[in-house]
């Protein structure tokens, strides 16, 4: 019984490992490709910006774009 209880261990120890591989590789790609950029134009569904650091994008490759926030003026 004690081979089989170790197995299990084993086995969770082993999908433990895997799933935070998994998530630091991932995590990583998706932080490698931030690209700070302004919006120039928009006609339809095109949008046209114009971006820092814009030779880590290639055409075709899907993004992900999200409006940035606005800082708060504090005041008397």
Known sequence: MK??????????????????????LSAGSALA???????????GNTVTMTCKKADKLKAGMKVYV???KKKAVEGC
């Open 3 to 24: 081979t089989i209880k170790n197995r299990g261990m084993v086995m969770k120890k082993l999908v433990t490992v895997v799933m935070v591989v998994a998530f630091a």
């Open 33 to 43: 490709g931030k690209v700070k950029c302004k919006v120039d134009s928009v006609e």
């Open 66 to 68: 999200k409006e940035s």
